[in-house]
């Protein structure tokens, strides 16, 4: 689960990390990819095609959100992706031709829970070489610009949406394999999994991490998920109802949250000097 | 036809007070606070504790809980957004974020999951071919009020002409010795009261309960967004639109219009056209005008 | 040869530039001289296409150069510095002359993929590059330091070292000299007469008389975005309208 969760983070990394761009929507591509599995398995196509719905569909959606981020301030386009996000989760809700509606839909199960891990950990590390390589690169470097000043970049004869439009493509890819394998994981998709709340949590395991670092990034969600996961044991530990402490739970993430930005805006692991030239001296 | 129409002006009625609030603090602080809509609920839940813990009745009930939540706000303020006032726009509405679910979280603990309804008994009205209740009279009544009451607090006492000066234009607004600091709090006093006073109202008219905050959430920002993000008043007559748009879409048969057997839009769309209301709306916006990037 | 024909921008009700009119030819530097507002970096920003004229068109040996396009003006050839140095503070002064190399196959997905060997060896051509103008504006000693701890003057530099990575044909240069030490001052004339002898075009908007006397082929003077004078140095330093615009109606 760690794994999942953890390549969505490094998804937003890149966008974010990386090069700036505030999307509070990321769950869409998440679910995306979580219902192309559904969409797969609810009208009888065979199971990889949800794979390539999840890895094809959701940077296609992806180019299609960023068009207008060039016209729009940040905090606008943040908003618009939040409503995209949203406005997939209605759909998914009320439309129930499309993959079960309210009732969400039951998608082959990877039973082998070692198959399981091994798959979502074979993504995770694929996603984090990945951004490694993009990271120490000539891209990330420009990416690093156009986080700081997309202007400059342009005077150096940079279109900054050509980037723009590159890295959310690569993000909502990575975003919806993470989704399609979820899918097999859980082996049930419904549209409460999928909402603001989830892209939140998201967000909260990168900012803590540190958005800049891909360890950061795996460290952050690696607590939040732990945090989330131990609910259970903690609420048996100590006889209060469950409804209590995951109600404290979701406190405590937003406390985190808050105080991250107050204290420690970096994140856990802040961004290291990296060495993105071949020969410097 | 009426109906509809009446329907629409109650429903805009609860949202349009929250949602005036958001457009405020929009105004001033230029963010969107994601914690607005938990103000509200906080709103609704003291409100509901003054009148059945304290005795007190509906009407001060409601204004000890607005006071109280303004300066719940304003302590807010103090403790989180002052210290960040110079993180990005949406540095601020994730952060906003994070008080929210610390509110939200609080709110669970005191009172449990369950929902509860406030001990009114409202007279059922007709009138013009519509049905409703003296409750209803009441609270369209109050957003009334309240909207008047802001107007004459904006337009004619000199708070109000300080406020509108930093929403205009901060940097130039300080220089001329307004005390931002001051502003903001009286901001987020007004705003956040009236997220109480739209909570309470909300509540009153559906019910209390902790997940409120996320049935209001879409329609007001929607409602905000409509009526044009900083614009106070545009958000109430945004609430007008949106309620209309949804109710008119729902309840009027569409396709016999379009003479193709009768249709009309599901109501479980109505969170639909909200959300994609706004999105339309901030899609269509122009970009930022004057300086620099002609992108 | 350099030119920008009728250019007028407006922004609400302000008239920032109205039928401004400039030439500058090939191995010249063109001084751009006027009191504060009198719009002389929106004349830069707008051949540089970070701004968007109402009206004008700025064409470079005859080609038309694209508005309201900064990468398409970069791609022409065009370099801008600005007043406030733009750079990135959190590389290093090393990696931000990196970034003015224009052509870099490491900054596509599917060069980094497909032909690593390439990005390579062109990284290690645009190091030596780096290396090779850090000398000349003398800053290889900084190049290991973030570019956010460099002093103003240095920051100046560094901005005209990241331009001069691109080659570029015209370099616009808004207030090179300000808060600049007379040491590295010098050193920028020095450079800048290099460049001349380049056969570049330089425009150069300073309030520094001295530097613009030194250095400038011709004077262009605005006020209140309209030219007031033309000409030599020599010929603007006596002319009474300039003398007028700068210290106010005499008493």
Same mark, same amino acid.
């Given at each position: 689960m760690i794994a999942i969760w953890s390549v969505l983070g490094i998804s937003l990394h890149l966008q974010?990390?990386?090069? +700036?761009l505030v999307n509070f929507g990321q769950v869409l591509p998440f679910a995306i990819g979580a219902y192309g599995a559904g969409f797969a398995a609810v009208h009888g196509a065979p199971g990889w095609s949800g794979w390539v719905i999840g890895g094809v569909m959701a940077p296609l959606l992806g180019l299609v959100v960023i068009l207008p981020a060039s016209r729009l301030t940040q905090d606008y386009w943040a908003l618009v992706t939040l409503g995209a996000g949203e406005l997939f989760r209605l759909a998914m809700l009320n439309i129930?031709?499309?993959?079960? +509606?309210?009732?969400g839909v039951s998608v082959a199960r990877i039973n082998a829970s070692g198959t399981a891990m091994l798959a979502a950990l074979a993504l995770l590390v694929a996603t984090v070489l990945f951004a490694r390589r993009i990271g120490h690169s000539p891209l990330g470097r420009m990416l690093r610009v156009l986080r700081e000043d997309e202007v400059l970049a342009a005077t150096l004869g940079r279109d900054p949406v050509r980037f723009q439009r590159v890295v959310t493509a690569i993000s909502w890819a990575m975003a919806g394999l993470a989704g399609t394998l979820y899918a097999h994981v859980i082996g049930y998709i419904s549209p409460?999994?999928?909402?603001v709340a989830e892209t939140f949590l998201i967000w909260i395991a990168v900012l803590l991490g540190g958005p800049a670092s891909i360890l950061g990034v795996v460290l952050g969600t690696t607590i939040i998920q732990l945090t989330a996961l131990s609910t259970r044991f903690v609420a048996q530990w100590s006889q209060l109802p469950f409804e209590f402490v995951a109600n404290l739970r979701l406190g405590l993430f937003g406390l985190v949250l808050v105080l991250v930005f107050l204290l420690?805006?970096?994140?856990l692991v802040p961004e290291r000097r990296e060495r993105v030239d071949a020969a410097s001296r | 036809m009426t109906q509809i129409l009446a329907d629409s002006l109650i429903y805009a009625a609860e949202i349009g007070i929250i949602a005036m609030g958001v457009a405020l603090c929009f105004a001033i602080l230029r963010f969107a606070n994601f914690a607005h809509v938990q103000f509200a609920v906080v709103g609704a839940y003291l409100t509901y504790s003054a009148n059945r813990?304290?005795?007190?009745?509906?009407v001060p009930a409601t204004l000890l809980s607005a006071v109280a939540t303004g300066l719940l706000a304003v302590g807010i303020d103090r403790a989180v957004f002052a210290r960040l006032r110079r993180i990005t726009p949406e540095g601020k509405m994730i952060v906003s974020w994070g008080v929210a679910l610390i509110l939200r979280a609080a709110i669970a603990c005191c009172f449990g999951g369950a929902s509860r309804v406030f001990p009114v008994e409202p007279a059922a009205l007709n009138a013009l071919g519509a049905y409703f209740t003296s409750q209803d009279v009441a609270v369209v009544a109050a957003t009334l009020a309240a909207i008047l009451a802001l107007h004459l607090l904006l337009h004619r006492t000199r708070a109000g002409t300080a406020l509108r000066a930093l929403a205009s234009n901060a940097e130039l607004a300080e220089t001329r010795g307004i005390p931002a600091e001051r502003m903001i709090a009286l901001m987020w006093l007004i705003s956040a009261g009236f997220a109480a006073i739209g909570g309470t109202l909300f509540a009153l008219e559906t019910r209390l309960q902790p997940n409120m905050d996320l049935i209001i959430l879409l329609p007001t920002f929607s409602a905000v967004t409509i009526g044009g993000l900083d614009r106070v008043f545009g958000a109430a007559i945004g609430a007008l639109v949106l309620s209309l748009a949804q109710n008119l879409l729902i309840g009027v048969d569409l396709g016999g219009l379009v003479g193709l057997g009768s249709w009309s839009?599901?109501?479980?769309f109505r969170d639909f056209i909200a959300v994609g209301a706004m999105v339309l709306i901030l899609l269509l916006r122009r970009r930022m005008p004057g300086a620099l990037a002609a992108r | 040869m350099l030119q920008a024909a009728d250019i007028s921008v407006a922004y609400g009700g302000f008239?920032?530039?109205?039928?401004v009119s400039l030439r500058a030819e090939a191995g010249s530097i063109l001084g751009l001289v006027g009191p504060n507002g009198s719009g002389k970096s929106t004349l830069l920003n707008v051949i540089a296409g970070v701004q968007f004229p109402d009206r004008g068109s700025v064409t470079l040996d005859g080609r038309t150069v694209p508005a309201g396009r900064p990468e398409l003006a970069a791609q022409c050839g065009i370099g801008r510095a600005f007043q406030i140095p733009r750079l990135t503070?959190?590389?290093t002064v090393f990696q931000n002359v990196l970034i003015?190399?224009?052509?870099?196959?490491?900054?596509r997905v599917s060069e980094l993929l497909l032909r690593p060997g390439r990005v390579r060896r062109r990284e290690r051509e645009i190091a030596e590059a780096a290396h090779a103008v850090l000398r000349r504006v003398d800053l290889a000693h900084k190049?290991?330091?973030?570019?956010?701890?460099?002093?103003g003057g240095q920051q100046k530099l560094l901005s005209l070292a990241m331009l001069l990575m691109g080659h570029p044909r015209v370099l616009l240069l808004d207030e090179?000299?300000?808060?600049?030490?007379p040491v590295l001052i010098a050193r920028e004339i020095a450079l800048l007469r290099e460049l001349r002898a380049e056969r570049r075009i330089i425009v150069l908007v300073e309030h520094n008389m001295d530097m613009i006397a030194d250095l400038c082929d011709r004077v262009i003077v605005l006020d209140a975005g309209e030219i007031i004078a033309e000409g030599s140095p020599a010929a603007i330093r006596a002319d009474a309208r300039v003398m007028r615009s700068y210290l106010g109606e005499p008493a």
């Open positions: 974010f990390g990386l090069t +700036g129930p031709g499309i993959a079960g +509606g309210v009732e409460s999994a999928f909402t420690r805006p970096e994140g | 813990f304290l005795g007190l009745p509906l839009v599901p109501t479980r | 008239q920032a530039l109205a039928g503070r959190r590389l003015g190399a224009p052509d870099q196959p490491g900054e190049a290991q330091d973030y570019a956010g701890n460099l002093s090179p000299a300000a808060g600049v030490n």
